[in-house]
């Protein structure tokens, strides 16, 4: 068993840092597949008032538990060759990255479910919370849907 | 038999609470006990939605809570 590994980076996840990361999977040549999910926040507007950043803030002994159990349960469930995964603390405006979820595997099927099912299981099980700043000092708390 | 627990509150509860962590002292009891003698506390926590985690598992409210437990009262997640 893998220790947990710390997920989080403090504000948004750069595109450098993804391009960077893509390039590192150049040397693994079994792969035939990758699939990426990038969560970015998303400008709502409520009520006439429109979403500037997120403050994210996590349990973060728990969260990254959570994300390690999630790691085993997907590597178990689906033939994949790796798996990344960080998520943003911090701020984190309007069109930046909060989450970078990355599988691979030799051939595509595999990725593209083992993706979803990540990503949904990152959004149910793991305490992460967000609060929404709006252009006018105000905020509200953010919810999955 | 008193128990000494460390309870963490997060997001819009630890809004309500005022803090993110504090020590309290209670009786032997479970999740729904003690989330009933916070709520007295803290009566804003009445209107809000959260789990309630014992060492980093959720527990439901019929749980009971060990001595020297890290509690936390964890609202809806917003990861992603």
């Given amino acids: 068993m893998n220790k947990p590994k710390n997920v989080f980076i403090q504000g948004p996840i750069s595109p450098g840092f993804i391009a960077d990361s893509i390039a590192k999977h150049q040397t693994k040549t079994s792969i035939g597949a990758h699939n990426i999910f990038l969560g970015q926040v998303r400008a709502d507007t409520i009520q006439d008032k429109t979403v500037r950043s997120i403050i994210y803030s996590a349990y973060e002994e728990m969260a990254n538990k959570a994300f390690h159990a999630i790691r085993e349960r997907i590597f178990a469930q689906y033939a994949i060759t790796c798996m990344h995964i960080y998520h943003s603390l911090g701020h984190v405006k309007a069109g930046e990255i909060c989450l970078f979820v990355f599988v691979s595997a030799p051939h595509r099927k595999v990725v593209l479910e083992a993706l979803e099912a990540l990503v949904e299981a990152i959004k149910a099980e793991v305490p992460v919370f967000g609060k929404e700043l709006f252009d006018n000092e105000t905020h509200q708390w953010k919810v999955n849907q | ?80």
């Fill in chain 2, 1 to 80: 038999m008193n128990h000494e627990l460390h309870i963490k509150y997060f997001g819009q509860i630890a809004e309500i609470t005022g803090k993110s962590f504090e020590i309290i002292s209670v009786d032997a009891i479970s999740i729904a006990q003690l989330v009933n003698h916070l709520t007295e506390f803290y009566p804003g926590l009445r209107d809000q939605e959260f789990k309630v985690a014992v060492d980093h598992q959720i527990k439901d409210r019929a749980s009971q809570i060990t001595q020297d437990a890290e509690i936390a009262l964890l609202p809806p997640f917003a990861g992603g």
